[in-house]
């Protein structure tokens, strides 16, 4: 059973940063897709950044392109999202996500992940 554990959330300050980090486990990580969502109270779980199996291709969504980076380590079975230049509008229960998808494809929806993290609380005060 693939296992994913979230880590990295904090409170700070805007214009801090932060980095998350996802371990997986029972999987074999690099033919896994990975992405990273986000969810605030009373809102939808919203898209945030995702990286292919295989080549390492990523997206990011137009609310965090420029600030947030999506990683991964294939040899630490590990995906990081950097977070820089964090707003308060990013303050979210941060998820990550994991499809087995040898491929370039990116996917974008929630639904087209088949695991899921537990959350890890980001909270930007300004």
């Known amino acids: 059973q693939v296992q994913l554990v979230e880590s990295g959330g904090g409170l700070v300050q805007a214009g801090a940063s932060l980095r998350l980090s996802c371990a997986a486990s029972?999987?074999?990580?690099?033919?896994?897709?990975m992405g990273w969502f986000r969810q605030a109270p009373g809102k939808e779980r919203q898209f945030v950044a995702a990286?292919?199996?295989?080549?390492?291709?990523?997206f990011h969504a137009d609310s965090v392109k420029g600030r947030f980076t999506i990683s991964r380590d294939n040899s630490k079975n590990t995906v990081y999202l950097q977070m820089d230049s964090l707003k308060p509008e990013d303050t979210a229960v941060y998820y990550c996500?994991?499809?087995?998808?040898?491929?370039?494809?990116?996917?974008?929806?929630?639904?087209?992940?088949?695991?899921w993290g537990q959350g890890t609380q980001v909270t930007v005060s300004s």
């Open positions: 029972g999987c074999t990580f690099s033919s896994y897709a």
């Open positions: 990286i292919s199996a295989g080549s390492g291709n990523t």
């Open positions: 996500a994991a499809r087995s998808l040898w491929s370039s494809i990116i996917p974008l929806s929630p639904a087209q992940y088949n695991y």
